[in-house]
């Protein structure tokens, strides 16, 4: 695939980008370059690749998810105003 001088000015019309012909025929030659590359990229046999989430084989180091706090609702609610059934009541603010 491959863009053209008016594909470019349309394209920054859409995108409410301001582009002079000289500045729009630079974008050109880069967006072509980028087309390229994924033409080449596409071209390349992937059967039987297994798809990878980074490109080393590492693995994140992972704490045990184990409870380091104390239990303190009894103590935050008994400063609330209003609690029922262990929830914070507050006023209506939307109809």
Excluded: C, W
Aim: cysteine-free; glycine content about 6%.
């Amino acid at each position: 695939m491959s863009l053209n001088l008016d594909d470019v000015k349309r394209i920054a019309n859409l995108a409410r980008i301001a582009v002079t012909d000289e500045d729009a025929g630079q974008v050109l030659g880069k967006l072509n370059g980028i087309f390229g590359l994924i033409e080449q990229m596409q071209a390349v046999d992937t059967t039987g690749i297994e798809p990878m989430s980074h490109a080393q084989d590492v693995m994140l180091r992972l704490r045990e998810d184990a409870v380091k706090e104390t239990d303190q609702r009894e103590l935050f609610q008994s400063v609330a105003p209003l609690t029922e059934a262990g929830l914070y009541l507050v006023p209506k603010v939307i109809e």
